[in-house]
């Protein structure tokens, strides 16, 4: 059973940066796509970015395009989601999760999920 643990969340100031960090363990992580999602008080489950099983292709929603970067190091089981140029807009509980679906952009093609790092940005 797959297992991811998210960490490096926090409150910044607009405009500063965060990186989050998706630790897996319990199965082969490099047989996953890897995706991060947002989840305002209030709103729907968002998709943010995700990562191809072996980092070489990445994908991100429109509006955190040129201000987030993810990768990957399947040798150490972890992804990262580098956050730069925050806005309070972003402040929302950030998931990472597990598909075996090649271009997974839904949550339900999701199987494994972390249990959220929050991230809140001040104004």
């Known amino acids: 059973q797959v297992q991811l643990v998210e960490s490096g969340g926090g409150l910044v100031q607009a405009g500063g940066s965060l990186r989050l960090s998706c630790a897996a363990s319990?199965?082969?992580?490099?047989?996953?796509?890897v995706g991060w999602f947002r989840q305002a008080p209030g709103q729907e489950r968002e998709f943010v970015s995700r990562?191809?099983?072996?980092?070489?292709?990445?994908y991100y929603a429109d509006s955190v395009k040129g201000r987030f970067t993810i990768s990957r190091d399947n040798a150490k089981n972890t992804v990262y989601l580098q956050m730069n140029s925050l806005k309070p807009d972003d402040t929302a509980d950030y998931y990472c999760?597990?598909?075996?679906?090649?271009?997974?952009?839904?949550?339900?093609?999701?199987?494994?999920w972390g249990q959220g790092t929050q991230v809140t940005v001040s104004s």
């Open positions: 990562i191809s099983r072996n980092g070489g292709s990445q």
């Open positions: 999760a597990g598909s075996t679906w090649l271009f997974p952009d839904r949550p339900s093609q999701y199987s494994y």
């Open positions: 319990g199965g082969t992580f490099g047989n996953f796509v």
